[in-house]
């Protein structure tokens, strides 16, 4: 008959081989859920800018014709031109503000001398929201707009001043491809 020793002994050895076998292969199995979350999924809005078609007119107060043609006219002093693009604004997203204005920077217009004159001005379509300010840019809260689109007409107005003394500005030009209209996001004040 076994001793009591040898029957501990072996079945120490049973639970701990058991213990070894269920902690090293076996797994305790707790109970567990998931469920997707119920909404759609969230998705950004948009700010983009497309120009249209331009087009040049000869303001100048004696011009005989309104036709300009920047490939083949040239400016002389006395004569006012002006550059008209219409923009097609496009503001969705809850929050979003912004500006819509001309970039003009990049426009070198030193070679026409001091009595040469480059204005720009924003004009929107008159739409709740959208506010023509006195810079001749525009700002634009999309939370007060009836639609995500704004259309507006940006314009250039070049002046050489028939003050311009002999010589002054021949030859000149200035190279419009790097003034851009720019629309930029700006964050709302906060509300009270």
Do not use: C
Request: hydrophobic share 40%; aromatic share 6%; no cysteine.
């Amino acid at each position: 008959m076994p001793s009591n020793k040898t029957v501990l002994k072996g079945a120490l050895t049973v639970a701990i081989g058991t213990a070894l076998l269920i902690g090293g292969f076996g797994s305790f199995a707790l109970w567990s859920e998931q469920d997707p979350l119920p909404s759609a999924p969230i998705a950004a809005g948009e700010l983009s800018l497309q120009a249209q078609t331009e087009s040049w007119a000869d303001e100048s107060p004696d011009s005989a014709t309104t036709a300009w043609n920047p490939a083949t006219d040239q400016l002389v002093p006395g004569d006012t031109v002006k550059l008209t693009v219409p923009l097609t604004v496009t503001a969705a997203g809850k929050n979003l503000a912004g500006t819509i204005q001309l970039n003009g920077d990049a426009l070198d217009t030193a070679g026409f001398g001091p009595h040469f004159t480059v204005t720009y001005d924003v004009a929107p379509v008159p739409e709740a929201g959208v506010v023509h300010e006195g810079d001749g840019s525009v700002s634009f809260l999309r939370d007060a707009m009836g639609d995500d689109t704004i259309q507006a007409v940006g314009t250039v107005t070049f002046v050489l001043s028939s003050d311009a003394s002999l010589n002054e500005a021949e030859n000149a030009n200035a190279v419009l491809s790097d003034v851009k209209f720019v629309t930029t996001q700006v964050r709302p004040p906060v509300q009270p």
